[in-house]
C-alpha cells in the first residue's frame, strides 16, 4: 500500500506475526482500488469473560477519493465460534475489499441500472 497504514492496539500485545499479516491484506487493497487515501486499523480485545472468553474488535477505515470512507467492524463470535485474532482480521480484510470492488465498480458506472419505465399515454 502506498499510505502508511496506522494500527492501534488496545488491550493486545503487538506481535511480528500479527503486523505481517495486516500489512500483506492491506498491500492487497490495492487490487481493488488504487486511489486509497488513508489506512486506519483498530485491533481491541475486551476484558475475558468466562462465558465467551477472548473478544476480539477489528475496524478497518478507508478513506478513498473524492471523499468517501468506507468502515468495517469485524467481532469474534459472531459466527457462534471463538475465532482467532488471524480470522477476525483475514474477514475484515475480506468485507473491506468486498466494499471497495463495490465502489470502484459504481465510480466506473459498471453497475446496472434499469431502464426507465414510461408509462404509456391513456386513450380516451
Known amino acids: 500500500m ?14 511480528d506475526e500479527i503486523e505481517k499479516l495486516i500489512h500483506d491484506k492491506a ?14 486499523i483498530s485491533i481491541e480485545q475486551d476484558q ?7 473478544q476480539y474488535h477489528v475496524r478497518i477505515g478507508l478513506r478513498v477519493p473524492p471523499g468517501k470512507e468506507l468502515v468495517v467492524r469485524q ?5 457462534g465460534t471463538g475465532e482467532s485474532l488471524r480470522t477476525v482480521i483475514t474477514d475484515a480484510f475480506k468485507t473491506i475489499g468486498r466494499q471497495l470492488k463495490k465502489l470502484k465498480q ?5 453497475v446496472k441500472t434499469h ?7 391513456v386513450l380516451e
Request: proline share 6%; hydrophobic share 20%.
Open 48 to 54: 475475558e469473560s468466562k462465558r465467551s472468553g477472548n
Open 115 to 121: 431502464a426507465e419505465i414510461i408509462p404509456e399515454p
Open 27 to 40: 498491500d492487497k487493497l490495492n487490487d481493488f482500488h488504487d486511489g486509497i487515501v488513508s489506512c486506519r
Open 75 to 79: 467481532k469474534s463470535g459472531e459466527k
Open 106 to 110: 459504481k465510480q466506473r458506472g459498471q
Open 2 to 15: 502506498r499510505v502508511p497504514i496506522e494500527v492501534t492496539y488496545r488491550n493486545v500485545s503487538k506481535s
